[in-house]
């Protein structure tokens, strides 16, 4: 009866506007996802947090223990001790987290978010109180995105602070390069990005397919693809730089992401590296006068983040637009 | 202000090219405060045309007027309630009433919402997905009444109740859309349970308005006949006619008085319809047009 008696007291008519209301409902009906949310960022901060205080300390002193700090390290220092083991652990936890949010996401969103409640009527319900479809959709657009945005920032900015000083002592005795998929996504405008892409997917094939099930299987799929096909393309997406060397010189850059290798002959002409490449004679055979490099230093880091964060950006905006084209066709609602 | 709760004009709405209209050229008009039964058999289209007066669906053909406007622009004046009464299962029933409350701010009545849940005797506490479905149709209601809708539309509100919360809560419907002048539009295909609520009427058959007006003028506009087999029933709009051995049985719409050796008697509203469902190609009797077929 106490729940009841609290929402008696008003007989008159409340001010605040159903947009307000509308968000703490939101709110509500979806407490679950928004408690798992939370805690994905609690376990994911969490997990980067202690690999760069207490993680990385027990790491380093191991390494220095062990003598492979000094100008004649052992064999030993190859294989990583169980304090390192335990740093690795915790930050491929934090980035594993992050690298399955925009998958979660669009199941979610295409499942409890739009695919449940067209199945089941709940929309139809929403609908009929005093707000329309569109700014029910906007509110299932615009909350989530707050969060999602809040969440992914958070973890970005804490994973930007271990990579600062991954790079300095730890970063001999960790591999990660700026230009691995997880790490590189984490570092900048991506991991939030592509969880906008992720969201408005889901929307969109939650409004089209209309059934829970079927909505969370083909918006797993797309955004499963969309993922995969950017990691494909990333390279491309920013002009490379070449780097050209004779038969005799060294490598190029080492912290570079090479994107394509090759040999060129005197015409300057781009062959493929022969198959006897290393052995006497073979470049003079094949006419091959030096190996070239495409590749992108670290200093193509913002740019390839903000290509890529704009197409995400371009697919979210897209993908939200169709679905309010769609269910304003749908409904004929006007606002 | 209008006196016109709703208003269709050549009302039809399609889903899928290949499939015969849900809804087909319906016009009708329906004065306001006035308590409207909607029947027709199944595949009728009583839903889709619910759903449409609600803004659920776009017409594909025609319009239909709302409260003097759009659906869409009359959201915030009508209620509704779907047939399969969509709660959500999460909540509990204290919740779903602060959800009216939050997605109807400027016109939340928490008292009727409360006196509808407490009349089922249910524990506000309740989560929607432990009710048994007469309790649900409870719930939906009061949301639906709590929100002081001008309009209120209901698909089969009834269907899922036993017969005394079915008389309870049709006595609560009727008490407060009285209290209130709310119009009040209710499908159902048991006829018997709308007569003694029900002012209006509108039957639809195949997508299309069969029988829409006052319910007493409709009645009025027909007489049961029986006679002799072979008597002619000739100027009369004859809507269904059997013959049992020697005596002939039929409602008419009578074009005056009856002839020789015929009896008249006044049909019931169960007669009435039953007699146009099975007779699907009698002319159809709109006694509400005024100026809604143009």
């Known amino acids: 009866m106490t729940a009841l008696d609290t929402l008696t007291t008003p007989a008159v008519p409340r001010r605040t506007s159903p947009s307000r209301g509308l968000v703490l409902a939101m709110l509500r009906l979806h407490r679950s996802a928004l408690l798992f949310w939370l805690g994905l960022v609690v376990v994911a901060a969490g997990a ?3 690999a760069m205080g207490p993680g990385a300390d027990a790491a380093w002193t191991e390494y220095t223990d062990t003598g492979c700090d000094l100008s004649h390290p052992n064999l030993g220092c190859d294989i990583p001790g169980p304090a390192n083991s335990r740093y690795q652990t915790a930050v491929a936890v934090g980035i594993g987290l992050i690298r399955l949010l925009p998958l979660l996401t669009g199941a979610w969103a295409a499942g409890a ?36 945005m809040a969440g ?150 913002w740019p390839l983040q903000l290509m890529e964060t704009g197409l995400l950006l371009a697919v979210a905006a897209l993908a939200a637009a169709t679905a309010f084209v769609l269910l304003r066709r749908r409904t004929g609602a006007a606002v | ?16 090219r290949r499939r015969a209209p849900a809804l087909d050229g319906c ?41 003097g406007t ?25 919740g779903t009433l602060r959800l009216g409350r939050d997605l109807n701010p400027r016109r939340w009545d928490a008292r009727t919402a409360e006196r509808i849940v407490e009349e089922g005797d249910l524990d506000p506490g309740t989560k929607i997905r432990a009710l048994s479905g007469g309790q649900r149709t409870r719930v939906a209601l009061a949301l639906a009444l709590g929100k002081r809708p001008e309009l209120l539309l209901l698909d089969e509100p009834m269907a899922d109740l036993d017969p005394l919360a079915r008389h309870q ?36 058959g195949s997508g299309r308005v069969r029988l829409a007006g006052p319910l007493d003028e409709l ?23 059997r013959t049992t051995g020697r005596q002939l049985t039929a409602l008419v719409r009578p074009a005056g008085p009856l002839g020789d050796g015929l009896h008249g008697d006044r049909p019931s509203l169960e007669e009435v319809v039953l007699a146009h469902l099975r007779a699907p190609d009698a002319p159809p009797l709109l006694l509400d047009a005024r100026e809604a077929a143009v």
């Open chain 1, 113 to 148: 978010l739009i695919g449940r409640e067209l199945e089941n009527g709940t929309a139809q319900l929403a609908w009929t109180q005093s707000v329309g479809p569109l700014r029910w959709l906007a509110a299932k657009l615009a909350v989530p995105a707050v969060l999602l």
């Open chain 2, 169 to 204: 809560l049709t006595a609560t419907l009727m008490a407060d859309a009285a209290d209130h002048g709310t119009t009040v539009v209710m499908s159902s295909h048991v006829v018997a349970e709308l007569e003694g609520s029900c002012d209006h009427l509108l039957l639809l």
């Open chain 1, 152 to 301: 992914t920032l958070t973890l970005t900015l804490l994973h930007r602070m271990l990579w600062s000083s991954d790079l300095a002592p730890l970063g001999v005795m960790s591999w990660r390069a700026w230009y691995d998929d997880g790490t590189f996504e984490i570092n900048g405008t991506i991991a939030a990005a592509q969880a906008l892409a992720a969201l408005a997917i889901g929307v969109l094939v939650g409004l089209l397919l209309r059934r829970t099930l079927p909505a969370l299987g083909v918006a797993v799929l797309a955004v499963v693809s969309l993922v995969y096909v950017l990691d494909e393309v990333r390279p491309h997406l920013w002009p490379v730089k070449t780097a050209v060397r004779g038969l005799e010189d060294g490598t190029a850059g080492s912290d570079s992401m090479i994107v394509e290798t090759g040999a060129l002959t005197a015409s300057g002409a781009r062959v493929p590296i022969p198959s006897c490449s290393g052995e006497p004679g073979c470049d003079a055979r094949n006419g091959i006068t030096h190996y070239y490099a495409d590749y992108h230093p670290a200093s193509h880091f």
């Open chain 2, 219 to 241: 009645l009025a506009a027909h007489t049961l006949v029986t006679g002799r087999a072979g008597d002619a029933l000739d100027p009369h709009t004859v809507v269904e006619s």
């Open chain 1, 48 to 50: 980067l947090l202690w």
């Open chain 2, 70 to 94: 759009t659906p869409a622009a009359a959201r915030e004046r009508l209620a509704y309630v779907a047939q399969n009464k969509p709660l959500y299962p999460q909540l509990t029933i204290a």
């Open chain 2, 27 to 67: 016009a009708f008009r329906l004065p306001m405060g006035r308590v409207c039964a909607l029947t027709g058999p199944n595949g009728a289209g009583k839903s889709t045309l619910l759903a449409l007066a609600a803004g659920l669906l776009r017409p594909t053909e025609g319009t239909v007027t709302v409260l």
């Open chain 2, 1 to 16: 202000m209008t006196d016109t709760a709703i208003e269709a004009a050549g009302l039809g709405r399609r889903f899928g």
